[in-house]
C-alpha cells in the first residue's frame, strides 16, 4: 500500500485495513508459536486420529509417527499399567492416552514436577472416543499426573456414569466364564510382538461400544499365527486394567 494511498484514503477505511493487518500478523504469529506435540500411533487406530485433530483444534501443532506406541512409551518412561493407545511429547513431559487438550495446556502453565500426565486405556467420552456414535455417553475417568518415579495421583476427575455392560464384563473375565457375546470384526494389523491387534469392528454388546476401528490388547497372542490382514474374525472383548483386551479371536463371522 503506497504512501499516496494511505492519505486520501479516509481514516475509517485506514483504521478497519489497519486492524485486518494486525490480525493476519497475530494469526500468523501465533501459528508460528503454536506448541509442538510429536505422536506416536498406530495408523489403523482411528480414536487415535480425532485426538489428534482434537489438539490440532485446540492450537497445538501435531507431528505424527505412525509406528506404533509400545516402544515410544517404554523409552519415555510411562508405566506399563498406565498406557494406552497412544504416547505423546510435548514441552519436556510425556502425556500418554486420550489426555484433554485443556489439561496439557494447564501443565504447560503450571509446569509441575513430574513425567507428564496419563490416561490409562480409552474411557469413553474421554477426547477422541466422545463421537456422536456414543450418544452422548461418557464413562467417569482421571487424568493422572505420572511422577517420575512411576507413581501417580489424580491432576483432574471427569466424572460419568457407569454402565451395567461394562461392570458385567468385568465381572465374567474376572469369574473365567465364556459366555460373553461375540462381536464380528475385519483385521486391520497385527503387532504378535506387542501382543495387539487392530480391528474394524462392529458393536461390542457387553462394553455397549459402537462398531469402529480400534486397537486391542491379547491375553493369549498364539490365535494371531493363523489370521492375516484383511480376514474377518469373530472375537470376544472386555475393558480392564486400563485398556480393552481380546480374551478370544478366531476366523470366520457369527
Known sequence: MSNSHIKT???RQWLAAAAVLAVTGFQRTALAQATLVQVW????????QLWVEHLQASGF?????DVGNTAARKRLGIPEQLGACHTASVGGYVIEGHVPA???????KERPVALGLSVPGMPIGSPGMDGPEYKGRKDAYDVLLVQKDGS???FQHYPGVRRMAQQDGLQRVRDGSTTLPWA?????HIDKAAGKVALKHGE???LDMPPMSMVFQIQDPSPLNGLH???KVRFQAVQGQGAYWVLKIEAGAV
Open 41 to 48: 500411533k498406530d495408523p489403523n487406530c482411528g480414536c487415535c
Open 152 to 154: 501417580s495421583k489424580s
Open 184 to 188: 464380528t470384526a475385519e483385521v486391520l
Open 102 to 108: 485443556a489439561d496439557i495446556h494447564r501443565l504447560l
Open 61 to 65: 501443532k501435531v507431528e505424527v509417527r
Open 9 to 11: 484514503m479516509p481514516r
Open 229 to 231: 490382514v484383511g480376514q
Open 204 to 206: 461390542i454388546k457387553n
